[in-house]
């Protein structure tokens, strides 16, 4: 079932049209249950330097840009990238995002707790 009219289509691309993919989110994606709102500014700074890190990275591993963000390494190297753009947030190191066979891990059913 399609929700969006052809107009609300003008001007979109779809998210798996927008290469490449990073391994964190750096732009809202809808699947028409409602317009996308547009890039926001943090997530534009946030763009560009997950691929200067990919760029530079990736070729000394032996891989391409692609497989890299597939890796550990790329995810750690978004986590990076974020705690850049707002601040500290991920407990990351910059040599995890170097090494694509590194033990990096990240517990995605982390809640936080009240106290």
Known sequence: MKFFSEHDREGLTAAEEREPRTPLPV???AREEYL???QAAKQRESEQPIYTIADEIAPEL???RRRFFQTSAGMAAGFLVLNQ???????VAAA?????????TF?????PERL
């Open 85 to 91: 753009a707002v601040g500290p947030l991920f407990s």
């Open 27 to 29: 732009r809202m994606v």
């Open 107 to 111: 517990d995605s059913n982390a809640r």
């Open 36 to 38: 996308p709102i547009t």
């Open 62 to 64: 032996g891989m391409s």
């Open 96 to 104: 995890e995002a170097a090494d694509a066979r590194a033990n990096f």
